[in-house]
């Protein structure tokens, strides 16, 4: 029974459902391998974490206030390998994101990242890097590199050759804000030929949303400029592509087709048959969809309605997933459980998107009703796939019943916010309800991370109408790789002693004074092990590692028995506490929780921790947990 006692550092559970900042990048190989997430292939040997393998630059003319240009210095010139951190003196810096004004860090065309740094510790993700050259903040080809956010708030980069000279990466210490650009050329490689209209430029509000200005005027979230006329939803101007040797599987014969030769303007809709298509998430097998090396998109389609993202284009060839230079297209999601794309010309021939009509591990069906929401997972579909259809959960964990009816698995929740961790979202003309249902692999003995498919119903504002809208759920990337803990722990924050009605995944406003209820629950069967809080402690930052910390529970006891009550510890798989929570230091910030915990072998220790006299503690028979978190919750400045 040991096996499942063995812990891995870097559990790290925090409770907050909230829309990615970035694209995610792919899985890494190395040799045989796939590496864990967050990890990279260094050396082409191993996979380690890049926050621990990195070259430190100490380059000071890389900095945005240095304008002398006496010497010039090019970043193409560098033989970039592997990892890097930047360094102003001896402090931490970052690649700008924001537009850096011409002849500035060293060299003529400053590079900076179009996109916001990524908010995650445990993700790498790809950032796109364009210059500022005569005027424009994009003016050379752009190109993509890898960020990862390192436990101690700094980032590493896996930076690359810029496309000319003289560019050079910037730097800087001060965070800023991203920046919003209305002025801006399209920051997308210059092989992108289809652009907007002169009048229509575009800004990025946020790390993914995208808005459009159209002559004097900024669109309305979702909408853009279209035939440089007026603002409109792409949803309702498109054209539709009815092409079937776009298929993956439609391999090439003869008849090569490339769409650098298509004069793309506008938005597109894709079909296969009458059946609406989408361009896969997936690398296309070479000499597909008709053409030598078929496109598809290397980051999630979107799972928002009322936004616009961009997306990432890559190509197939001479066994890369990424052969010719890659692109960017705008994609965005309608109501109708459909996408299109603004498409561009790729880089070069023999080179088409390609069209898929379904995912494996989407929910076969969704029905909103207007007291639930209910999905579907068929049941062959899903087992083929690898995975229990029976093993789901919804946001929260205890949300897990399921009932089976011809073929199909169906898990439900009350169609209103909180039940089972839901939330609700408005726009002008529809409420939409959302939640995440959790799926695990066939072979769950040991801690594996489940594929999250997430789903939406949206219903009219202006009206009582029964009719359902169903949305089409979205499979994040990358859900089902990831190593770690052999065992499942979660954390919730109740709304009373009860212990009985958990509050939302996402920020938690509360009243200052406020009693705290928080629950942890370990996912183990063998009820011998016992879950025992170690210590529990708040932070203003969700990084469990923060120096300043304010503690609750230490060594498995309240810190301030008049501020903390331990209701349970010691003696099943579930720990239960309450603390009076004021205003750490007197500032109104958000604070996040953590709890380390350890599995105790009841049957060899007395697992209850003995506050009196504090017992020596046996760590030959419990095991070790990294922190789990929740929050943020903020505090609710207003008087009761």
């Known amino acids: 029974m040991l096996s499942i006692m063995g812990v891995p550092g870097g559990l790290l559970l925090i409770l907050v459902l909230q829309i990615n900042t970035g694209s995610t990048s792919g899985a890494v190989v190395c040799g045989y391998n796939v590496c864990p997430l967050g990890m990279d292939c260094i050396n082409g040997i191993k996979c380690a974490d890049p926050c621990d393998h990195y070259t430190a630059l100490h380059d000071e003319w890389r900095s945005t206030n240095n304008t002398v240009n006496q010497v010039l210095h090019c970043d193409q010139y560098v033989n970039w390998q592997g990892w890097y951190r930047l360094?102003?003196?001896?402090?931490?810096?970052?690649?700008?994101?924001?537009?850096?004004?011409?002849?500035?860090?060293?060299?003529?065309?400053?590079?900076?990242?179009?996109?916001?740094?990524?908010?995650?510790?445990?993700?790498?993700?790809?950032?796109?890097?364009?210059?500022?050259?005569?005027?424009?903040?994009?003016?050379?080809?752009?190109?993509?590199?890898?960020?990862?956010?390192?436990?101690?708030?700094?980032?590493?980069?896996?930076?690359?050759?810029p496309s000319n000279c003289h560019l050079a990466y910037c730097a800087e210490v001060n965070r800023t804000e991203p920046a919003v650009a209305s002025t801006t050329s399209d920051p997308r490689p210059q092989s992108s030929t289809i652009a907007h209209p002169p009048t229509s430029t575009?800004?990025?509000?946020?790390?993914?949303?995208?808005?459009?200005?159209?002559?004097?005027?900024?669109?309305?979230?979702?909408?853009?400029?279209?035939?440089?006329?007026?603002?409109?939803?792409?949803?309702?101007?498109?054209?539709?592509?009815?092409?079937?040797?776009?298929?993956?599987n439609y391999a090439v014969h003869q008849g090569l087709h490339c769409d650098r030769n298509v004069n793309w303007q506008g938005w597109y809709r894709l079909f296969l048959g009458q059946t609406s298509a989408h361009i896969p998430e997936r690398c296309v097998a070479e000499n597909r969809c008709g053409t030598h090396a078929p496109l598809w998109i290397t980051e999630p389609h979107p799972a928002q309605y009322n936004e616009i993202v961009?997306?990432?284009?890559?190509?197939?060839?001479?066994?890369?997933?990424?052969?010719?230079?890659?692109?960017?297209?705008?994609?965005?999601?309608?109501?109708?459980?459909?996408?299109?794309?603004?498409?561009?010309?790729?880089?070069?021939?023999?080179?088409?998107?390609?069209?898929?009509?379904?995912?494996?591990?989407?929910?076969?069906?969704?029905?909103?009703?207007?007291?639930?929401?209910?999905?579907?997972?068929?049941?062959?579909?899903?087992?083929?796939?690898?995975?229990?259809?029976?093993?789901?959960?919804?946001?929260?964990?205890?949300?897990?019943?399921?009932?089976?009816?011809?073929?199909?698995?169906?898990?439900?929740?009350?169609?209103?916010?909180?039940?089972c961790g839901n939330t609700l979202t408005t726009n002008h003309t529809h409420a939409i309800y959302s939640n995440t249902l959790f799926i695990y692999p066939m072979d769950n003995t040991s801690f594996a991370v489940p594929v999250s498919l997430p789903f939406s119903c949206a219903y009219p504002l202006e009206t009582n109408t029964s009719l359902n809208v169903a949305v089409r759920p979205f499979l994040e990337h990358g859900g089902i790789s990831g190593s770690g803990a052999k065992v499942r722990a979660s954390m919730?924050?109740?709304?009373?002693?009860?212990?009985?009605?958990?509050?939302?995944?996402?920020?938690?406003?509360?009243?200052?004074?406020?009693?705290?209820?928080?629950?942890?629950?370990?996912?183990?069967?063998?009820?011998?092990?016992?879950?025992?809080?170690?210590?529990?402690?708040?932070?203003?930052?969700?990084?469990?590692?923060?120096?300043?910390?304010?503690?609750?529970?230490?060594?498995?006891?309240?810190?301030?028995?008049?501020?903390?009550?331990?209701?349970?510890?010691?003696?099943?798989?579930?720990?239960?506490?309450?603390?009076?929570?004021?205003?750490?230091?007197?500032?109104?910030?958000?604070?996040?929780?953590?709890?380390?915990?350890?599995?105790?072998?009841?049957?060899?220790?007395?697992?209850?921790?003995?506050?009196?006299?504090?017992?020596?503690?046996?760590?030959?028979?419990?095991?070790?947990?990294?922190?789990?978190?929740i929050g943020p919750i903020m505090w609710d400045k207003s008087p009761e």
């Open 87 to 161: 360094f102003l003196g001896q402090t931490s810096a970052h690649i700008p994101e924001r537009c850096v004004a011409e002849n500035r860090c060293g060299t003529h065309a400053p590079l900076w990242i179009t996109e916001p740094h990524p908010t995650q510790y445990n993700k790498i993700v790809n950032r796109t890097v364009c210059n500022a050259w005569l005027g424009s903040c994009c003016h050379f080809p752009s190109h993509i590199i890898q960020v990862k956010l390192c436990y101690g708030n700094y980032y590493v980069y896996k930076l690359v050759k």
């Open 202 to 248: 575009r800004s990025v509000p946020s790390a993914q949303t995208l808005q459009f200005n159209c002559e004097h005027n900024v669109c309305p979230l979702g909408m853009d400029c279209i035939n440089g006329t007026g603002c409109a939803d792409p949803c309702d101007h498109y054209t539709a592509l009815h092409d079937e040797w776009r298929s993956t």
């Open 310 to 419: 961009n997306r990432t284009v890559c190509n197939a060839w001479s066994g890369s997933c990424c052969r010719f230079r890659s692109h960017i297209i705008q994609v965005k999601l309608c109501y109708g459980n459909y996408y299109v794309y603004k498409l561009v010309k790729p880089s070069n021939c023999h080179l088409a998107y390609c069209a898929v009509q379904h995912h494996p591990l989407r929910p076969s069906q969704l029905i909103c009703g207007r007291d639930k929401l209910q999905v579907g997972l068929d049941l062959a579909s899903m087992t083929s796939s690898g995975f229990n259809p029976f093993t789901g959960n919804l946001a929260a964990r205890n949300c897990s019943s399921f009932r089976v009816l011809d073929g199909v698995v169906w898990y439900e929740v009350e169609a209103k916010a909180g039940p």
């Open 492 to 629: 919730f924050l109740f709304r009373n002693s009860t212990y009985t009605k958990t509050y939302p995944a996402g920020q938690i406003t509360l009243p200052v004074g406020s009693p705290l209820y928080v629950g942890v629950y370990v996912d183990e069967k063998d009820t011998n092990f016992a879950a025992v809080l170690e210590d529990c402690y708040a932070t203003h930052s969700s990084n469990p590692d923060d120096p300043v910390r304010y503690s609750l529970i230490q060594n498995k006891c309240p810190t301030d028995r008049r501020q903390v009550s331990v209701v349970e510890s010691g003696s099943s798989l579930r720990a239960r506490f309450s603390a009076l929570f004021f205003l750490p230091q007197g500032e109104y910030r958000d604070v996040f929780l953590h709890c380390s915990l350890r599995l105790c072998d009841q049957r060899s220790s007395l697992c209850v921790p003995s506050c009196t006299r504090r017992a020596r503690r046996s760590l030959s028979t419990s095991t070790p947990m990294k922190p789990l978190t």
